[in-house]
């Protein structure tokens, strides 16, 4: 064995044989992890408000009215407030 690592390019040709030996296992292992992808947005978009008086809720559902038939003509306006899920720190 000591005779096989003296020569540079069989102590190369070992280093690579023990990559891939280690490596083989590892890459099966990684392969058959199953990864989880999951949208915040499947859960509702819990930081997504609107106000205003073109906004009504019916049916635990959020109804915006777009355009004002009063008879202006003009489009509705709402507001829309965004809050982060998770704020930095310090703010």
């Not at 819990?46 to 073109?54: A, D, L, M, R």
Request: aromatic share 2%; net charge positive.
């Amino acid at each position: 064995m000591s005779d096989i690592l003296k020569n540079k390019k069989n102590l190369i040709n070992f280093l690579i044989l023990v990559i891939l030996i280690l490596a083989v296992p590892i890459g099966i292992g990684l392969i058959q992890k199953q990864q989880v992808l999951k949208s915040k947005a499947v859960n509702g978009a819990s930081g997504v408000t609107f106000s205003g008086p073109n906004v009504t809720t019916r049916n635990n559902t959020t109804i915006l009215k777009l355009q004002d038939n009063a008879g202006g003509g003009q489009d509705a306006k709402a507001n829309l407030i965004i809050t982060a899920p998770n704020p930095p720190k310090g703010q």
